[in-house]
């Protein structure tokens, strides 16, 4: 492979780590005339919180620098001095700080350097993954499409609410706990750092906050006290009929991570949600983008040896073994994925989302459906079909959010099975939040919803979250279809003693109460909640901007600083339409009235 193509995805994708690094939010669709300081408006972060700029670099200046890079490079053959340049050029462009920048190249650098080399970018194409298409061509992550069974489509039966007293299951959902193990009460709140409350932040002063007992709001994960409360109280407050658990366990320290820590995070929060819910209740885990080191790192199954995710998978069989029966731990072992029959008539599948993700750099090599994972799927659908069982899909990053070609083949599945598909449960985003899927022939039947579940985690700035769904029960002829949902949180203004600081200190409560902060049903005024009722829904939110402010109240876990309006508005409207990546068409039809046009920006929490 020339060097000068490997130097210059070096650069590309160091860059975009530290954009993972320093950059939190979620993913919205923005207007043509809106720049990324608008999109920002969509979530309230401070200044302090976002400490990157590489979307200012001008095209002509991006082309400049990996060609001047690239020059530089020509003689350097080793990971030693692409290393090197790449630590640099994220100091010199002040991406991060410089220990970060040191700390994540020296991390990263073997994995990287093993995928570039067997992947394929010019140093012109280098800027059109940093800056968009208008800035350069970049077509590693060709379409490519899954083979679907020539058996006919079912007819579709619309779905009918269950007769009164029917049988419902309650089932618990937890994403995105993002343990901490060097939270420490009392350091700074806002650092310099990507993720601050830790003895390295340095210690609160009169100019900045410091972080709280049992959380902070600022770029900060959980300590482990926490976590164990939550499971203390939700096991108290069972009985459970099983739990979904959509990943990311480790804090958001990525630039510092060893494989021994990960691994000990995982095995410690598994065995306390196994102590505290008990044997009796089954945990149906899925693989978050942060298990791994070097985060986002998740190489198909034709890599072998070192580099290879066994590591992962292994610890994983292990630590989930009590949950699981034998033929999913093969599949996990092998690639992160498996199902499982929940109850008779009721299969779940979890899936591995970093297959779909773009900052996975291994896709670089090959991302046509990574470990056929998509086929195997299909295959399942079938299999489930064939036997009139339904399905609930799990996974950590939400699909909208995929590369397109995932996407599509996702989207394009959930259409032929959407008989069978009768629940999508994701997390990722942090943030309360769904997308939609419609019939492909005319874009506007609800066939499915997405729901994005909120974090455990308090980051960046919200209150810790956790999720329960009420779904169609165990008996004959049950939909399995989600009939209501509620969302609890921790009040952190109240567990920290915030509320009453009249002795001079906060004095954290000793047992904090974790309360219902809504019930969807009652919130929105909803008597079901299949998919028609969330489009419909969403219309309601174009009309009544009082519903859907109080949406967006929920979707921060009750901790917003300012109110969603206009451009905002739009843009997030346009996200709950696009269970696609590059679906814009429902966007169109509801800004066509204005003249509006709408492109997508894609921005994630890495």
Not at 30 to 54: C, G, K, M, Y
Not at 150 to 160: E, G, L, M
Not at 522 to 546: H, M, R
Request: charged share 20%.
């Amino acid at each position: 492979m020339p060097f000068a193509r490997l130097s210059a995805l070096s650069v590309v994708t160091v860059i975009s780590l530290v954009w993972c690094l320093a950059a939190p939010g979620t993913s919205y669709p923005l207007q043509d005339e809106t720049d990324i300081a608008d999109l920002r408006a969509v979530n309230p972060i401070n200044h302090f919180q976002v400490r990157f700029s590489w979307h200012n670099i001008s095209c002509p200046l991006c082309k400049a620098l990996f060609t001047i890079v690239d020059v530089a490079l020509l003689s350097d053959t080793n990971t030693e001095h692409v290393a090197r340049a790449v630590g640099e050029a994220c100091i010199r462009l002040h991406l991060a700080e410089e220990k970060v920048c040191r700390e994540i190249t020296e991390l990263f650098r073997d994995d990287f350097i093993r995928a570039l080399q067997e992947s394929f970018l010019w140093p012109s194409e280098a800027c059109g993954v940093l800056l968009g298409p208008s800035c350069g061509h970049f077509d590693i992550y060709a379409p490519w499409n899954v083979t679907l069974p020539k058996v006919p489509k079912p007819p579709v039966v619309p779905p009918t609410p269950p007769k009164p007293g029917s049988p419902q299951s309650r089932v618990l959902f937890l994403t995105d706990i993002h343990w901490d193990a060097e939270y420490a009460e009392g350091s700074a709140a806002e650092c310099k750092e990507p993720l601050c409350c830790r003895n390295e932040s340095g210690r609160a002063s009169w100019r900045s906050r410091g972080a709280g007992y049992w959380g902070t709001y600022s770029k900060c994960d959980l300590p482990l006290r926490t976590v164990e409360n939550l499971l203390q109280k939700l096991a108290k407050a069972g009985p459970w009929d099983w739990v979904y658990w959509t990943g990311d366990i480790p804090a958001h320290n990525i630039w510092s991570q060893t494989r021994a820590q990960q691994l000990n995070e995982l095995s410690t929060i598994s065995k306390l949600v196994r102590k505290h819910l008990g044997p009796q209740v089954t945990v149906y885990p899925a693989v978050g983008n942060h298990e791994s080191t070097p985060v986002n790192s998740f190489p198909p199954p034709f890599v072998h040896g070192n580099r290879s995710s066994h590591w992962l998978y292994d610890t994983m069989a292990e630590e989930w073994a009590p949950w699981l029966p034998a033929e999913a731990l093969e599949t996990l072992r092998r690639g992160g994925f498996y199902t499982a029959q929940v109850q008779p008539g009721l299969r779940v599948v979890s899936l591995n989302m970093n297959f779909c993700a773009r900052e996975n750099f291994w896709l670089m090599v090959n991302s046509t459906d990574p470990a056929g994972q998509l086929q195997w799927l299909v295959h399942v659908l079938q299999e489930a079909e064939n036997k009139g069982e339904k399905v609930h899909i799990i996974g950590h990053i939400p699909p909208g959010l995929c590369l397109s070609s995932w996407s599509w083949n996702y989207y394009h599945i959930v259409n032929r099975y959407e008989s069978t598909i009768t629940g999508q449960f994701f997390g990722h985003t942090h943030l309360d939040e769904f997308q939609m899927f419609y019939d492909e022939e005319t874009m506007s039947r609800p066939v499915g919803v997405a729901y994005i579940a909120p974090s455990v985690t308090t980051y960046i700035n919200l209150n810790p979250g956790y999720r329960v769904y009420y779904v169609d029960g165990n008996y004959s002829g049950s939909s399995r279809l989600v009939l209501d949902h509620e969302t609890f949180i921790l009040n952190l203004t109240l567990a920290n003693g915030y509320e009453d600081v009249s002795g001079g200190l906060s004095k954290p409560v000793p047992d904090p109460a974790w309360t219902l902060l809504y019930r969807a049903s009652q919130a929105y005024g909803l008597s079901t909640l299949f998919p028609s009722n969330w489009d419909s829904l969403i219309q309601v939110f174009l009309k009544e901007d009082q519903v859907f402010q109080h949406f967006w109240y929920f979707r921060h876990k009750g901790h917003v600083s300012e109110p969603c309006k206009e451009a905002c508005k739009s843009t997030l409207i346009c996200f709950l339409h696009s269970g696609r990546y590059d679906l814009l068409q429902q966007c169109d039809l509801l800004y066509r009235a204005k003249g509006q046009r709408v492109r997508s920006v894609r921005k994630t929490l890495c």
